[in-house]
Structure formats: C-alpha cells, structure tokens
C-alpha cells in the first residue's frame, strides 16, 4: 500500500504540450529578503480549477513504480488523484482542508483521516494549502510571517530561517521573476528533511507554474524519492470530483 499511497500523494501537476520553458535569471547581486518575498508573491496563482495528466517515477529503496495520475484541483477546496498504470485504475485521494481520503484496489483497501499519514510520509507538517501551494510552485509556508536570512547560492537567491532550534526552512529563487527553484525543510531531532526541486517553468494562460517536480524526502526509516514530469493542464474549466470507496474494501489506520 505504501508504494501507492505514496504516488498518490505526490503524483501532481502540469503543462499544456504546447509549452515554451521561462528563461530564468542568475542571482548576482545580494537584495533584502523582504524584496525577493514581495516579489515572488507578485507570481499570481490565479484560477478557479486545474486538470492535470502527468507521469511520475517513485522509487524507495525497495521498490520503483512508473505511473501516470490525473488531478484535478478546484482551489482552496479540493484535490482529487487518480493513479493509473497500464491504463487501469489502482488508486485514488481526495484531499479537503479538513480531510484525505484514499483507496487502492490491489489489496482493496481504503484510509480516512486527516493530515497525519500524509505528513509522515513526507517527513513534515502538512495541511491543505502546503499540498496546493507545492503543486503550483509557491512556497510551502506563507513567508510573511517569519524573518529570514538572504544570501546567494548557486546563482540563486537563497533565504533561510532557523529561529526554531529543530527546524530550519530554507527556499531558492531564480532572479528574473522570483520562481521557487527549491524548497527544504530540515527537521534535527527527527533527523528528516524533505526538499522540494522545480527544474524549470512556463507560462499557461497567463499563470507561471512549475513543468517538473522532484521530491526527496529523507527520514530515520529510509529515502523516497518522486521524479515528476507534467504533461497536459486546462486551467478554469467546470470539473466533477467523483470519490466513493468500492464496496468490501478495508479500512485501514496509520498511526
């Protein structure tokens, strides 16, 4: 079940085939990290539903699995996933603010809760607007509401926060329009960090969003790592979120 409860929840996002890769800048020049926030939020997510196909390799260190995954996002309220190999259906999340749901055929089995599983799958603290900011590529937390450091690395401009003692965040800009190139968050009595990576991005009707994602999450109990590739989006178009689990299927707990 791991192998695709994790795909599920990590299978996300976009393109539109016809998609001609942004240009992004090379930071050369160190600016206040109040700036370089400003700036990225001027980056509008603005849209009312995205549908996405995109294929995804997860590997664990004990199994691989290459997949394909619809998803259809309707903002702020809901994320349905639907996990596809060979073209048939093996699993499917719907993700609210209050809630996930999942179930996977092989085995017929299903899980109802809220944020927790989710959130140790990844090593980190998750909610409804982590999970959506991290598919269209904003910044996992709302930066305004904690100080940073500002220093450039690799071209990029680079803010961290550490005034928790057991956590540190730290994010990546490219320097022409501000773009999330990475994203990590450290966690030391845990000994867990997940990173985020957005190779690049395009432009879909007016809205900049990520063409590949590439999670790492690193904990005691071992790697995950997802490769993502996002083939096709329609942006704002009136979309049905079908969820029922089948019946005679398990339910199952993750503590």
Request: charged share 25%.
């Amino acid at each position: 079940m791991k192998k695709y409860i994790g795909l599920v929840f990590l299978t996300f996002l976009i393109s539109c085939k016809s998609k001609a890769v942004l240009i992004e800048g090379s930071a050369n020049k160190k600016i206040s990290a109040d700036r370089i926030i400003e700036n990225h939020y001027q980056n509008k997510k603005d849209f009312s539903t995205l549908y996405i196909k995109s294929s995804a390799h997860y590997e664990d260190g004990k199994q691989s699995q290459n997949v394909t995954a619809e998803i259809k996002i309707k903002k702020d309220e809901m994320i349905l996933i639907s996990i596809r190999f060979l073209g048939i259906t093996m699993a499917k999340a719907l993700i609210t603010p209050t809630a996930v749901k999942y179930y996977e055929k092989l085995g017929g089995k299903y899980l109802e809760g809220d944020y927790s599983a989710l959130s140790q799958l990844l090593g980190t603290d998750l909610d409804f607007k982590k999970v959506q900011n991290m598919l269209v590529g904003e910044a996992l937390d709302d930066m305004s509401k904690l100080k940073y450091k500002s220093s450039l690395e690799d071209q990029l401009y680079k803010l961290e926060n550490d005034s928790d003692a057991n956590t540190t965040k730290t994010f990546f800009f490219e320097a022409d329009n501000f773009l999330i190139k990475k994203q990590e968050i450290s966690q030391k009595s845990e000994e867990r960090m997940l990173q985020i990576i957005y190779p690049s991005h395009s432009e879909y009707n007016q809205i900049v969003l990520p063409t590949g994602l590439i999670i790492d999450a690193t904990q005691k109990k071992g790697k995950t790592n997802i490769n993502i590739d996002y083939n096709t989006v329609t942006l704002n178009e009136e979309l049905s979120f079908p969820y029922s689990v089948p019946e005679g299927y398990e339910r199952i707990f993750i503590n």
